[in-house]
C-alpha cells in the first residue's frame, strides 16, 4: 500500500521562548509566564467617586491602572494616561449585564468592596430588584482576571460589555456571522469596520472561533468557558462589542483582560494561555504543491469517469499538484463507508489510475450517519450515537445539507473503535491515501457522553483525525487546548465564487490566524458554495492570491469547469492555465521560505500569515489594511483582490523589493494606482529581513 506514514512534525519543547523576528522593527518581549517575572506588587487608591487599581511597569512590561467607576459600575484600562479599554460609561447597557426572565439588566452602584491579597472584591447593586452582582479583580503584570456572578436571582445569560472606540479597532473571534452574508461572502477587517452578529458562538460551532479579541491598542479579551456565546460587535452601528454566555450552568462569568505594548505581545499572551502548534500535521510537499478537491468542480454530481477525466485534463495542462481528493457523493448512502456501485463501478483502478498520474487518493468522510443509511439502525442499537440532549433514551438527530443524520459518539470507545475499523478497511481496500473529514463532531441538540463537555469533542476530533493523513486541508477543530496544539491546517469554510469572497477570504486567514492557528489554507480556490463557476479573472486571482499564503487548496479546474446552476460546462482560456499554473510554481519556489515559517511558528507559536501591524506596530495605516499581508518576516503581498488593472500599496517603513518592477522602494508610503494587469500579483520583499534572500531568489 502507498499510503505515506504519518508526519509528526516538530514538537514545541513546552518552555521554549520565542527571540525576536530578526529585522523588523516590533521588537517583541519574549513570552515569559506572569508568575516568572518579578514585576512590582500592584496597589488600590480609592477616592468618593471610584478605585484604581495601578500595576507599575515591569522589566516587559507596560503597566497600567483600572479605574473602577462605583457610582455607576464602569472599567475604564489605561496605560501611559491613555484609555486602551473601558465599558460603557452610561445608556442603558451596563459594564456587567444580565438577562433574568427575559428581560437584560445591569450592575449600578457599588455597594461594598475589599482589597485582600492581590484581588480586588466588589458587590454591586444592579437594575434588578434584589439581585446584586459580585465580582474580583485578580491584577498581574501584563493582564487582569475578571470573575463575576448575580445573587439574588437566577440568570440566564451573563453579558459584559465594551466601548468599541475606547480600544481603537478590534480583530480576532474568527469566522465571523455578519448582516451581510459573513462568513461565506463577507468578513470585517477590522471587525469594527463592519457589523458582527454571531449567536450560537461556542465549541460545538462548525465556524472556525475562538472567545477571543484583540485590539489596536494592544489589549484583548479572552472570555473562559466552554458554554454557547451571542457575540455583537458594533451591531446597527451602536459602537459597542457584547460578549454574552450562557449562564444556565451557573458558573461565574470568567475573563482575562490582556494589557500589553502592541498586538503580537497580546497574541502572545493568549496562545501562552491557550498552546501552540507542537507539530504541522502536512508535509513539505503539502505545503509547496495544491491538493485538488472534486467539491467544486462537481459538487454531489460526480461519478468515477468524471473524477478520472478531471485528474487527466489537470495532469496534461501541467496543473500540479500533491493530492486529488473525491468529496461528497461517492457513499451508496451516507455513513456506509461504502461506494455507490452504480457511479464507481470499479473503485481500485479508480486509485490505482489517480495514482499512475502523480496524485496520491483521498477522501471525503463523516462521523454523521443518515437515517436511511443501513448503517444508522446498527449504529443505534449498540450505543454509538449521539443521545438527544432532551431525551437521553434516544439518539440525537441532526438535519444538515445531506438529509438527517445520527454523530458517532467519539467519547464512547466501543463506538470510536467500530467507526475506525470500518474506516480502516475502507482505506486498505482501495488504497486511500488521506481523508477530508468534514461536518462537526457534536452538534448542541446533543448530550456529551457521560464525563465529557461539549469542549471535550474538539479534542476527541482533534485525536480521532491526528491519526490519519489530512492531505493539506487539516480539519475544522477550535475552541480548546488540544486544537492549538495539534497544528492542523485550518481551511476555512465554504465561500461563494465572486470577489466578495476572494476578499472575505483574505480577511478570514487574518482572523483565524491571529486566534492560535497558524497553518491557514483559504477554501478552495475559486470558491464554492453552488454559486456560478467564478469569472476567469475572479479564478487567477484567487489562486495568485492563495500562492502568497501558507498553502494552496485547489478545485475549480482552470481547463474547464461546471456551472452547478445550469449544469453546463464553463470552459477557460490558455491564458487562465497558464496563469494558474504560474502561480502554483510561485508557491513552489516560495516553499522552502514558506518552509523556514512553518519551522519558526513551532518554535515561537506566532502565525506564518498575519496583518501587517504584527510586524509594523507603530503604522497606524497598517491597522485599516484589510487586503495585505505579511508572509513571515520577509514577504509584503499585496494581490489584487477586485475586478480592476490597479491598485493602491501600503508600504510600512523599510526598505522594500518590489518584485514586479524590479527595483528598491521606500517604505513609510502608499504607492498610488500601482498597475496590476492580469499577470501582475504585487508582492515585496522587505530588505534585510530574516529570510530575504530566500524569498528574493524565489520571486525574481
Known amino acids: 500500500m502507498r499510503r505515506p506514514a504519518r508526519r ?35 496597589r488600590l487608591t480609592h477616592s468618593p467617586d471610584g478605585l484604581t487599581l495601578t500595576v507599575p511597569p515591569g522589566r516587559t512590561t507596560p503597566g497600567y491602572r483600572l ?10 484600562t489605561s496605560r501611559s494616561g491613555a484609555t486602551v479599554l ?6 442603558d447597557t451596563g459594564a456587567l449585564r444580565f438577562r433574568a426572565a427575559g428581560t437584560w439588566q445591569h450592575a449600578t452602584r457599588v455597594t461594598g ?25 485578580t491584577p498581574a ?21 465594551y466601548d468599541l472606540k475606547s480600544a481603537g479597532h478590534w480583530y480576532g473571534h474568527g469566522e465571523a456571522q455578519t448582516p451581510d452574508g459573513g462568513p461565506g461572502t463577507a468578513q470585517p477587517w477590522p471587525l469594527d469596520s463592519g457589523q458582527v452578529v454571531h449567536p450560537g458562538f461556542g465549541p460545538a460551532s462548525y465556524y472556525m472561533i475562538d472567545p477571543f479579541w484583540y485590539t489596536s491598542r494592544a489589549t484583548g479579551l479572552r472570555v473562559d468557558t466552554g458554554q454557547v456565546m451571542d457575540v455583537a460587535i458594533n451591531r446597527n452601528g451602536d459602537g459597542l462589542g457584547r460578549f454574552d454566555v450562557d449562564a444556565t450552568a451557573a458558573a461565574p462569568y470568567r475573563a482575562t483582560v490582556f494589557v500589553e505594548s502592541a498586538p503580537l505581545d497580546v497574541y502572545r499572551d ?9 507539530k504541522t500535521d502536512a508535509s513539505y510537499r503539502q505545503y509547496a504543491e495544491p491538493v485538488w478537491n472534486s467539491w467544486a468542480q462537481f459538487y454531489t454530481h460526480i461519478d468515477q469517469a468524471k473524477l ?19 468529496d461528497d457523493k461517492w457513499e451508496s448512502d451516507y455513513g456506509n463507508m461504502t461506494f455507490d456501485a452504480k457511479a464507481y463501478p470499479d473503485p481500485a483502478a ?26 444508522y439502525r446498527y449504529a443505534a442499537d449498540h450505543g454509538y450515537l449521539l443521545k438527544d440532549a432532551a431525551d437521553t433514551a434516544k439518539p440525537c438527530t441532526v438535519t444538515w445539507w445531506n438529509g438527517t443524520a445520527g454523530i458517532v459518539d467519539l467519547g464512547n470507545p466501543d463506538a470510536k473503535a467500530w467507526y475506525e475499523g470500518r474506516l480502516k478497511t475502507l482505506m486498505s481496500a482501495y488504497d486511500v491515501d488521506g481523508l477530508k473529514f468534514d461536518t462537526r463532531f457534536f452538534d448542541d441538540k446533543c448530550a456529551p457522553h457521560e464525563g465529557y463537555t461539549p469542549t471535550d469533542y474538539q479534542r476527541l476530533g482533534a485525536g480521532l483525525a491526528d491519526g490519519y493523513d489530512l492531505q493539506g486541508v487539516g480539519i475544522r477543530v477550535h475552541w480548546d487546548t488540544a486544537a492549538h496544539r495539534a497544528g492542523f491546517v485550518t481551511r476555512q469554510v465554504d465561500k461563494g465564487t465572486g470577489w466578495n469572497s476572494l476578499r472575505a477570504s483574505v480577511a478570514q486567514n487574518l482572523a483565524i490566524s491571529t486566534i492560535g492557528y497558524p497553518f491557514v489554507t483559504t477554501d478552495m480556490i475559486g470558491g464554492s458554495s453552488g454559486q456560478p463557476a467564478p469569472s476567469k479573472q475572479v479564478l487567477i486571482r484567487w489562486a495568485q492570491s492563495a500562492s502568497l499564503m501558507p498553502l494552496m487548496y485547489a478545485s475549480t479546474s482552470p481547463v474547464d469547469t461546471n456551472d452547478p446552476r445550469t449544469g453546463g460546462k464553463v470552459v477557460y482560456d490558455e491564458e487562465t492555465i497558464a496563469l494558474y499554473r504560474q502561480a502554483i510554481a510561485r508557491h513552489g519556489r516560495l516553499a522552502p521560505y514558506i518552509w523556514d515559517q512553518v519551522q519558526q511558528t513551532l518554535r515561537t507559536g506566532d502565525p506564518i500569515m498575519r496583518p501587517l501591524f504584527f510586524d509594523f506596530p507603530e503604522d497606524a495605516p497598517a491597522y485599516t489594511t484589510a487586503d495585505e499581508w505579511m508572509l513571515g518576516p520577509a514577504v509584503l503581498a499585496a494581490p489584487q483582490l477586485a475586478d480592476a488593472t490597479a491598485r493602491d500599496v501600503h508600504l510600512p517603513p523599510g526598505s522594500w523589493y518590489d518584485v514586479a518592477h524590479g527595483r528598491t522602494v521606500r517604505g513609510g508610503t502608499t504607492l498610488r494606482a500601482y498597475a496590476t494587469p492580469l499577470g501582475t500579483t504585487p508582492v515585496f520583499v522587505r530588505v534585510g529581513a530574516k529570510g530575504a534572500e530566500k524569498a528574493l531568489r524565489a520571486l525574481r
Open 86 to 91: 473601558a465599558t460603557p460609561a452610561g445608556g
Open 308 to 326: 478520472l477525466g478531471y485528474a487527466q485534463d489537470l495532469h496534461d495542462a501541467g496543473v500540479t499538484g500533491h493530492a486529488l481528493q473525491l
Open 67 to 76: 479605574r473602577v467607576t462605583t457610582g455607576r459600575l464602569a472599567l475604564t
Open 270 to 278: 493568549y496562545v501562552g494561555i491557550v498552546g501552540t502548534p507542537a
Open 8 to 42: 509528526t512534525g516538530v514538537l514545541l519543547a513546552a518552555l521554549a521562548l520565542p527571540l525576536t523576528l530578526a529585522a523588523t522593527p516590533h521588537q517583541a518581549r519574549a513570552r515569559v509566564p506572569v508568575s516568572a517575572e518579578a514585576a512590582p506588587a500592584p
Open 141 to 161: 503584570a501584563d493582564r487582569y482576571q475578571l470573575d463575576w456572578q448575580v445573587k439574588g436571582t437566577v440568570p440566564e445569560r451573563l453579558g459584559l460589555a
Open 350 to 375: 479508480m486509485s490505482r489510475q489517480i495514482h499512475d498520474l502523480g496524485f496520491d487518493f483521498g477522501l471525503w468522510v463523516t462521523l454523521w450517519i443518515n437515517l436511511d443509511s443501513d448503517q
Open 113 to 137: 468592596w475589599t482589597w485582600k491579597k492581590g484581588t480586588l472584591a466588589l458587590t454591586a447593586a444592579t437594575t434588578a430588584p434584589g439581585a446584586t452582582v459580585e465580582a474580583r479583580i
